[in-house]
């Protein structure tokens, strides 16, 4: 980042946030739940894989989430 937001960019990123959080609840859980039902030793290789996929998706979804926020906010087209 290369500058500070200002208030009201600020309260938009905390929104985004939250709905980001909320969006990928499932995929967080998945990601717990994998961590933790996995043995110590088997922390890397498939596993890993596992949560690398996993958050690549939530990745995805908050861009996703973001363009079509951004897409509605267009009166007409260009």
Do not use: C, H
């Not at 309260?11 to 909320?22: C, I, T």
């Not at 043995?39 to 973001?66: C, H, M, S």
């Amino acid at each position: 980042m290369n500058k500070p937001l200002t208030p009201a960019q600020e309260e938009e990123a905390q929104q985004l946030a939250k709905g980001f959080a909320e969006a990928a609840s499932e995929e967080f859980l998945k990601v717990a739940r994998t961590l933790v039902g996995t043995e110590t030793t088997a922390l890397f290789g498939q596993t890993e894989f596992t949560i690398r996929d996993v958050l690549l998706r939530i990745g995805a979804k908050v861009y996703q989430q973001y363009l079509e926020q951004k897409k509605t906010a267009t009166k007409a087209p260009a």
